[in-house]
């Protein structure tokens, strides 16, 4: 391998990478630095996120901007604001020793008039989310017609978030003699349309993932618990390990900000991060979390990206994400700049399958361990409660009488029992759910699904056919195992729509919640979505009578 002054790179670059503590590239930056450094040519990286894909095509593109000129000369679309901020974030720390390279992240969610204010000097690299970008060329804020390069990151995302007409829409606003440089860790079918459509014999490379394995120093757990049970054993663990700090990863919206409120409720120092929440309430939230006042983030995988932070000590998977991908990026975000970091898994019996399946395809090992029991968290949370009680500083005086009535009441008892008391009152208070051991809990529901499937299949056996079921709602189940009402529109990407799109569809005409939809899985001329099972007759009853342009009749059913 070589270091990074082996790669032809200025000295100015060499000495911020040098500040930050850089030798070594990863695979990818080694094989793409000195292609996009010396090569005119445009560029395909597929790597998977967490191997250095913002250097290795940062890095080349800063040595070939020309701060002396003012027009836009490079232009990054990334598919969230998060990763849009930490793109740029990256880049100035990069561009450190330059000189005057303006780098510049718009994104939606932020006031689009101070975008717009900041456009009207020189930036010479704009990093943009697809939609807030065309609204910026719409109100000729942005001009592209002298782009010489376009960076299309984690493109196989912004694909999967219905950005592919917008995508098309951008790049009609920019010069064909550009370079375009994509990055992704997959190349499925739409990405090689793409590529086919927009791009001129590129260079491919591939990182070996094998090569760079991004959970090095990351201990894989998994706990076994009912899905009820998962709250109480969450907060045994954070009490467990007091100096933890970390990620717990939700999937949806709603369960992200409905576990944070619970927690939160219990006096947690936990905040969610999601979809639902502006600009400044996620620039509050990071701020605290970064300054230590939070101790905890949960959030969805979407929500997510973007968060650099590295000093996390776990990471928790509330709900194990659909895709392998997935986990690797949840996982990576602990165990970095050299450190050691857990991740554990929350699963049910039924989704012992997926935790093999990861084994093989991570090539990882994961260890099965205890929910803490209630003796030890009874212990741990009297102690916090007891030192709490001797900290405490007593800010005013206390109301007339107050202390002397108590003193009264107390009189006869000894400090011995005065104290047996307070404590024996707080014990009642912990709510521990009466749950006791969890672990043994869910062991009794395996068993007792076990026991319950082997009889339903003697039972079908003698009656000579298969249990369908039956009832007034059909509902189905998601990868995770978990039930959701799964439902038919048909509307896709071919009446330009994104997912955001969809969703607010969804939520005008259904009298919804954006954090009462699940999944979306959109498709060219159809798609499907998950809702909250308390809103599904909402679904069922208001998307009655609508005809869309063209004439054509919208129809939304139960996906059965």
Request: charged share 30%.
């Amino acid at each position: 391998m070589h270091n990074f002054q082996q790669l032809g790179l200025s000295d100015e670059v060499l000495k911020a990478l040098a500040d930050l503590g850089f030798s070594r590239p990863t695979e990818i930056q080694e094989q793409t630095i000195p292609t996009l450094l010396f090569e005119n040519s445009d560029f395909i990286g597929l790597a998977n996120t967490g191997t250095g894909k913002t250097a290795a095509f940062g890095i080349p593109l800063l040595e070939q901007i020309d701060g002396n000129e003012s027009f836009t000369q490079a232009l990054v679309l990334a598919p969230t604001r998060e990763l849009g901020q930490q793109i740029a974030e990256q880049l100035n720390l990069f561009a450190k020793y330059l000189g005057k390279i303006n780098i510049l992240p718009v994104y939606g969610g932020a006031a689009i008039f101070n975008q717009i204010k900041a456009l009207r000097q020189p930036q010479q690299i704009i990093i943009a989310t697809p939609g807030r970008l065309i609204d910026l060329i719409e109100r000729k804020a942005v001009h592209l017609d002298k782009l010489r390069f376009l960076v299309l990151d984690e493109a196989d995302e912004m694909l999967n978030m219905g950005f592919k007409e917008d995508i098309d829409k951008i790049l009609s606003f920019t010069p064909s003699e550009k370079q375009t440089w994509l990055f992704s860790a997959t190349m499925p079918h739409e990405i090689r349309k793409i590529v086919n459509k927009y791009m001129t014999n590129p260079v491919e490379v591939k990182a070996d993932d094998d090569a760079n394995p991004v959970n090095v120093n990351i201990e894989h757990q998994y706990v076994v618990v009912k899905q009820s049970d998962k709250p109480e054993a969450l907060t045994r663990f954070l009490d467990f390990h007091q100096d933890m700090r970390g990620l717990i990863f939700c999937r949806t919206r709603r369960d992200t900000q409905n576990l944070s409120d619970v927690l939160q409720r219990k006096n947690y120092k936990v905040d969610a991060l999601h979809g639902d929440l502006s600009q400044a309430q996620r620039d509050r939230v990071m701020k605290r979390f970064k300054t230590h006042d939070l101790q905890i983030l949960i959030a969805t995988d979407v929500a997510a990206r973007g968060i650099d932070v590295d000093d996390l000590t776990h990471v928790f998977h509330y709900t194990l994400p659909d895709d392998a991908a997935y986990y690797t990026h949840r996982s990576g975000r602990t165990a970095r700049a050299g450190k050691t970091g857990i991740s554990v898994a929350f699963v049910h019996t039924r989704e012992k399958a997926k935790i093999e399946k990861l084994q093989k395809k991570l090539n990882i090992t994961f260890k099965k361990v205890k929910i803490p029991d209630s003796g030890q968290i009874a212990d741990i949370r009297l102690e916090n409660w007891c030192r709490q009680i001797s900290d405490r500083k007593i800010a005013k005086a206390l109301p007339s009488g107050v202390q002397s009535k108590a003193e009264q009441i107390f009189e006869n008892l000894t400090k011995e029992e005065l104290i047996a008391k307070l404590l024996s009152h707080e014990l009642d208070k912990l709510q521990l759910d009466n749950s006791g051991d969890l672990n043994r809990a869910s062991a009794k529901k395996e068993k007792r699904k076990e026991s319950r499937g082997e009889k339903r299949k003697f039972e079908n056996r003698k009656a000579g056919t298969k249990k369908s079921r039956s009832g007034s709602e059909e509902t189905t189940q998601n990868k995770n195992g978990e039930w959701h009402p799964r439902f038919f529109i048909n509307l896709g990407t071919r009446d330009r729509m994104n997912k955001h799109d969809l969703m607010d569809f969804i939520c005008l005409h259904a009298k919804v919640k954006p954090s009462d939809i699940g999944h979306v899985d959109l498709q060219g001329s159809y798609s499907f979505f998950e809702v909250d099972a308390r809103v599904s007759r909402k679904i069922s009853s208001n998307f009655k009578n609508i005809v869309l342009k063209g004439g054509r009749e919208l129809r939304v059913n139960r996906d059965n």
